[in-house]
């Protein structure tokens, strides 16, 4: 269970004759969330239908007769990264339980930090579960559950599961979200044309479908969408607000807004941040591409140097299976990434990324730059040193990968064989995204880069606190 | 014949333990010229061994079993975009020709504007075609040949085919390239460390397998690699450089050299300019993905505006089947590109394009940004108005289908719904391109904006007088 | 879950370095028992890995590497027959559930009668059901049994169940195998050279993996088999033989043995019996393939009739997606059975199948051999009339589709177009299979043919009488 | 091209509205001729299209779009029988040929001796090979021949090619069937209800699609079929009647007739004929499956002993890729054939076989029925033994691979570890076929069992010659 520590992409419409059409097309706009797995269910006048299988979403919805399966006027979608391995298409999403009282969806974005010790209890009062997922432990637990309607044995079961988790829930009736007391995922609110409701991880997948967006769900509410309409109620009132700010960072795509504020816009603003913090003296400005594009052209603008494509990502290099040797590579075959000769020849560069997790990213594209002429590179890294694991859904699970959490500034700059390094301040990326919340607290879960866990990690703190020795 | 109008990419290697895996990894930084069809043929100590396939060439070659066959020291492959339909595996390249005194493979980039005439005096002949390709009227030409040497019957066929062609030819002792007298298509020459010769459409390839740029292959010239090394010929001496304009502004990868010109800088250059002849008052500049984003980003530099992410591109769109219906596209649905409303709404904005065609795209973008708020478009086009079919490899066919051969530009800039249009003027190109060319001549292929053809037309040269009077 | 109703085939070892790959192979002898999906659950030293999928063995298992992954000394696996449509992957077997306290593995053959009323009485306890399959029941109950150790908890579980079922269970230490107290479904015990032990649905399996056939698994039996050895216990003394007798007449493989009885041989007395009980006048015997051409080997040496190749089935049928469509099969088109013109031409021909469900097929085939000149056709059948449903196992689900429960012997003499048409007697059935068994009881289940069930139907009774009012 | 040397299936129809689903149906029953490839041309009012591929026809032909593709009112087809390798589908038939005066279809059964010096001659004069098949020959022969009509064409051409071959050619106009001058391949004409003229390799074929048998083509034939009617022409006069008879013996379908002879009675009256040479004191007569069963009861029958079921074949070994290891097989894992242990135990069992070539299979069933309990084996083969190869199409190549052209009788027996071996004798199987013609001459090639070919053996007499001198 602990190896499970995913990102993950939800979508969800309640009210529109093609409801999984609509979310086939949410989905794919929330493709990078996640892509080894994807899967919708659809409500049919009270019938619940399911299909899901392992891959992007384009393998496994092929054609327009898997989704005319999923008639109805509802639906709920999921698309979900996970390390390889895991158990197949058992683990993928959203899952389909049927019960002689009626069947249910259920898609989970996130990682529940007591899941384990919750599946223990479970089983040892008679509970099988069907994946190694974290997600399952809610179904157990409403099902369980001694309250007598089932909005309240929702609630119920809400408040017992830990961590962050965005929740999309669909019965014959109604659909249901529900997002974790720090808000750690985001989670948004649209409406169509027609008035139909959408919920989705991201606003770019209600772009994507032509709704308005209405709002963000909010730490400990949880929303009820029927044919009545919409309300929204709250299952605890013990929140505080701590978005991820790797969303902001590398994570979602620019188009979403987050909290109100556009995501390439804030990465602009963390560009010019750290050009504002360390001013280099260079030719040009490169970007990894895609993601660092926007914080390179703040970094560019901020600083007065040309902004160049130095670095030219393949765009085919999807689902290639055949990859180069060591061997080849040491010739100097690659695929993936290309310096642009003709650009950085003979220039000081400056080398704009979102962050450094091992180090072994950089270190070759610093190589490659200077293979191909540059006569500097100065890395400048949009957000601050990664030095603590993510425990609430992103995948970076021990302190022992992270080289910033094991190596000084200097150590890493040789490691990577940059001329100069520089990270984003912290104080520099909470200003950068600019939430307007309550001091003293930001409204952003830094903790990957303080330690500053917003919860108390229940299952994980034994490993963790070791891992604070060890490293 | 006349329907099939394409281009492609070429890539061989001469002298490489691993020289089908080294091909395959050219021909994957190739993929962007053709995405129809993929094949390498290899020659290991004489024997030629095939494989081919439609589809990317991550779908022809699936796993490392399909390159392993491939074994030798030589090998050429080929990277295929055609029109639909055509017939199927039997046109994609290269095609490897079984003779009793020794096979021979054979991969084509360009188009030939007498292959229908010739092929019909060769059945005559008694010939029979494999395929519905031009390009195996060369081996025929070859093959019916009375000259002694096989160089010889290669320098004679060559003469006696039109148009645009740069070829590789694969036999049991030697790679020959060879190149049409006008040079439309490019070809580029260069060494691995271990001192194999590598030819490739576009420079990139040879970044792509650690290989050294030696230099272009010039117009009517044929060049000859075995084992003793490398030597250059010509089978013409009336030339006269034509590169063909469009691979500087849309159809080459950013990161290649062509006639020694970086196709990124040549483009940023084409921004900077349409920015002198057409500065407009706006907020920022936006660039449509991803083959605007260099012009667009000369363009921001020029004029001082902010250079935005206002336009995203799925990544995911690839091999993804499941379309939105009209009704759904008219709610709003959308899967390719997405407007980034959190940048665009409220501001005035330049849409950099590099190029119209139908203008149905201009007119979709146009309407896209609208819709996420911008009060204003204005559309900047880096290249002049297309308004001439292409007969030397673009899939460019008829007059119909090209809007400025049609429409004045006051009618273009209302169809598409722009506050503004504006194209680079063809001088303007001439000089953003910057190939040091002996006047008048530009060393460029300008057909498809003046009409100016460097050649006769041949087979083409009747529906192309009907056409002018039609259209 | 009342609809569904399969035969289904069981096959595991313990105690072989390639159990996986044993597996395999016993199962491939039993693709007869279930065509729909297959899996295999393989236990490595403790530790259960799974793979299944839809489809033939050998589309599950598409290479030597998926059964590589199954590594480890003892393993169960099972092929599924199931109608169309049902929930995909998630009902193929066997089932691997995973626990706290350790993993296991399950497969059933079988029906069993009361497992919608346990599901809902499990589900009001909380329980949450993976599958729409009936088998997963068991499970559910060992789980919540108060019962101390595993072995009285699946006893007891298994006295809470109805119906027929062959159940094999494999956790971290044991395999155990289990039959209902009226054994309907065969269950073969077998020992391999290395002295691992082997369950199988029929004694084919064995014979294809070379073990040797030790005895039955009895009705209510339980064999546990560890790194100990094997020992059989029971679980309930309240037993009664009552085997399939389908599985004598078409079901099982003719080289298999139930209950030490050679199916073929049972087959070939059913035909001589037929043709004692019913000498007709004719000029050749012809049997419909493939499971009818031992009875009519039998009819044929019994009457002194020359026993001829009268109709051929085509081999390549399996996977052929494409059929004729009506218009064409009026025009004479047709893929699976051919009737032999150069044989039954003229002749008077006794036609022997093995039995009547709907009574198409038989109209079909009688068509078939008049119009390739047939001057008689005498159908013969080696069991008496379907009458009833099964509820232990086999698809015969509603009196509805049984033409002998709907008309009588004239009726459908004339509704398939025969000359005369005959069935075996059931106390012919009884003699031709010869099982010793003490009487009143033949030790056979001839429900089908007479209605008379050894077992209460339990959450079928209703349906049932309901049925024998209105058919 | 000596190398290929292969047995197929052909089928043609003219003038139905479904031509392709017609030969769809038709080729399906002429599966068992060739399991590696297949294809299909279609003529819609005089375009020609094609669909090919390698595989089982349900592989290349997958729905019914790919049917609906093929529109028109004729269609030729073809399955292929190859040696492994190859080059892929290049060599899969019908070959479509795209000339400027309009596209041809060719489908061939057999093998041409001369193929290789005819290729040379046809390559030095220009002509550029497609595949290497030798079926090709012919159609560059075609468009070099300086005859004036396109039937004199054809006509010049066959009398220049040798060897066995059945073709079938489709042009824009008509469809024409030809016969080499021995008939070597059986290639038979029928009627559609319609009037639709079809063309079949066996008789199965016609029944198949519900058409008439009219009467099979004869050696030196060519039948020409328009929209006029049919008519029959002759290109040589200089015909000998020599029907392979090995398509009696084991190839061709027990329901098809050749030359008026049904292929299963012929069968049996081998195995009568082999019971009356050689009777032997047993107990039961056990058929090897599927090809020997109409022979194994012929034997039965005139030896008065029982006809038992005593090998099973699995019915789903096809497209079964895992096989068991050597050091599995060792332990007796098994998949394709199973002796019947309830059957043979204690037996003396005649096992009746089609023929012997490497001896291999036939060791391997003798083992198997002894490893059951089989008390004495006695092998009876319905069949000369097998002395020479084949060059006219059956892929039997090297006198290397065939036991009996290197050991006797007594060393047969001993390897294969029988009791007794018999062989039918030859003048055994003239009688038993049965075929009327003019003696001296049999009507059929008997050259597999006495050297004497028919035919020169152009390309492929030096070869044999030498193997005469070292076998």
Request: proline fraction near 3%; aromatic fraction near 8%; charged fraction near 20%.
């Amino acid at each position: 269970m602990k190896s499970l520590n995913e990102e993950c992409g939800l979508f969800g419409v309640w009210g529109h004759p093609e409801a999984s059409r609509i979310t086939y097309f949410g989905l794919h706009s929330l493709q990078h969330r996640g892509q080894e797995g994807a899967g919708i269910v659809a409500n049919d006048a009270g019938a619940l239908h399911s299909h899901r299988g392992l891959g992007l979403l384009s393998t496994v919805f092929q054609d327009d007769q898997s989704l005319a399966q999923l008639s109805g006027q509802a639906a709920v979608g999921h698309v979900r990264y996970a390390t390889a391995g895991g158990d197949g298409v058992n683990n993928v999403q959203p899952f389909l339980f049927r019960f002689y009282d009626g069947n249910l969806g259920m898609a989970h974005n996130g990682n529940l930090t007591n899941a384990c010790s919750m599946r223990r209890k479970l089983e040892e009062a008679g509970a099988i579960f069907q994946s190694n997922s974290d997600t399952e432990v809610l179904m157990h637990l409403i099902r369980h559950s001694k309250q007598t309607t089932f909005l309240e044995k929702v609630k119920k079961s809400l408040q017992q599961i830990k961590g962050g988790f965005a929740y999309l829930l669909l019965n014959k009736t109604e659909m249901i979200a529900a997002l974790d007391p720090n808000g750690f995922r985001p989670l948004a609110m649209g409406k169509m044309q027609n008035g139909a409701y959408v919920f989705a991880s991201e606003t770019c997948a209600l772009d994507a479908v032509g709704a308005q967006f209405v709002r963000d769900v909010n730490p400990g509410e949880i929303v009820i969408v029927n044919d009545e309409g919409m309300r929204i109620e709250t299952y605890t009132k013990q929140t505080q607000l701590a978005i991820c700010s790797m969303e902001y960072i590398y994570f979602a795509r620019p188009d979403s807004n987050i909290a109100g504020i556009n995501v390439h816009t804030a990465r602009k603003r963390m560009g010019r941040k750290l050009a504002k913090e360390y001013p280099i003296e260079a030719d040009i400005v490169v970007g990894v591409p895609n993601s660092s594009l926007s914080a390179a052209s703040g970094y560019a603008e901020e600083s007065g140097l040309p902004y160049e494509l130095g670095l030219v990502k393949n765009q085919y290099i999807q689902r290639t299976f055949i990859q180069p040797t060591q061997h080849l590579r040491e010739q100097g075959v690659r695929m993936k990434l290309s310096a642009v000769r003709g650009v950085v020849k003979g220039r000081r560069v400056v080398m704009v990324d979102d962050s450094i997790v091992r180090g072994t990213t950089s270190r070759r594209i610093v190589k490659l730059l200077k293979a191909a002429g540059a006569s500097e590179v100065h890395v400048a890294i949009s957000s601050p040193p990664l030095k603590y694991p993510c425990f609430y859904g992103i995948d970076i699970q021990t302190r022992k990968e992270l080289i910033a959490a094991n190596h000084s500034l200097a150590e890493i700059r040789q490691i990577i064989g940059a001329d100069s390094l520089h990270f984003l301040s912290e104080q520099g990326l909470i200003e950068a995204i600019g939430l307007q919340n309550n001091a003293p607290y930001s409204g952003l879960c830094l903790a990957y880069f303080n330690g500053d866990y917003p919860t108390p990690l229940y299952d994980y703190e034994k490993d963790y606190q070791k891992s604070l020795r060890t490293c």
